[in-house]
């Protein structure tokens, strides 16, 4: 069973910027991608940002293309987000998730990864 904690959120002005971290408690060699998702209130959980374990490929949601930077630690077993340029439309709650490789239905769909952190609260003031 792998679990994953997610830390570094909290309360910023527009403009500002935060770095979001999410280490595995097991090692990684199976993992196929992890991501990160958020979901606002009232709204569904939204695709942010996905990395490749293997080779390191990113992708992004639009919303955050130019603004946000996915990386992982493989050592460390950690993915982070660097999110600069905060919005106040950027407010929700963000999760980290890993997916093993077992569903592929691409890398911004939910249901393709196995495991999810408890999810960490980002607000972005005006």
């Known amino acids: 069973q792998v679990q994953l904690v997610e830390s570094g959120g909290g309360l910023v002005q527009a403009g500002g910027s935060l770095r979001l971290s999410c280490a595995a408690s097991a090692r990684t060699f199976s993992t196929y991608a992890m991501g990160w998702f958020r979901q606002a209130p009232g709204k569904e959980r939204q695709f942010v940002a996905g990395?490749?374990?293997?080779?390191?490929?990113?992708y992004y949601a639009d919303s955050a293309k130019g603004r946000f930077t996915i990386s992982r630690d493989n050592a460390k077993n950690t993915v982070y987000l660097q999110m600069n340029s905060l919005k106040p439309e950027d407010t929700a709650v963000y999760y980290c998730?890993?997916?093993?490789?077992?569903?592929?239905?691409?890398?911004?769909?939910?249901?393709?990864?196995?495991?999810w952190g408890q999810g960490t609260q980002v607000t972005v003031s005006s």
């Open positions: 990395i490749i374990w293997s080779g390191g490929s990113t």
């Open positions: 998730a890993l997916a093993t490789g077992r569903i592929r239905m691409g890398i911004s769909r939910s249901q393709t990864y196995d495991y």
